[in-house]
């Protein structure tokens, strides 16, 4: 089973919910960190493609694997989803978001399921 955590002390996201803030007035960008963890050892996942699910369409997010910190004009050339081969078993893997919005924007806290992780994957059995 692929797992969702706020860090890799096990500290699991709720129903893959994440929270981020952002000023509506000024705009701006908010970055948010979270883990994927396949958590059964009898199954393999590949192939995995992660986005995000945004209920705000003011709102623009894109994503990095990994934990290097990247510059503006690095975020700039994401993209919206990340491919990601396999995860093997038990290994936490770093996922990146920054998410975006304009000035005048209303401000918005997203809870309670406004901003989900999507994963869609190839699963096998070992």
Avoid at 16 to 21: G, I, P
Avoid at 64 to 82: D, P, Q, R, V
Wanted: overall charge negative; some cysteine.
């Amino acid at each position: 089973m692929i797992e969702f955590y706020k860090d890799t002390n096990g500290t699991q996201l709720q129903d893959n919910d994440l929270v981020t803030r952002h000023n509506g007035f000024t705009g701006g960008a908010d970055y948010v960190n979270f883990y994927i963890k396949n958590t059964n050892p009898n199954k393999a996942f590949t192939d995995l493609t992660i986005s995000l699910v945004v209920s705000e369409a003011a709102y623009n997010y894109k994503l990095h694997y990994g934990s290097e910190s990247l510059s503006l004009e690095e975020w700039n050339e994401k993209e919206a989803a990340i491919q990601i081969n396999d995860i093997g078993t038990n290994t936490y893997h770093h996922i990146q978001c920054r998410i975006t919005c304009k000035s005048n924007t209303a401000s918005n806290l997203f809870h309670n399921g406004e901003l989900k992780i999507n994963v869609a994957a190839s699963e096998s059995v070992i």
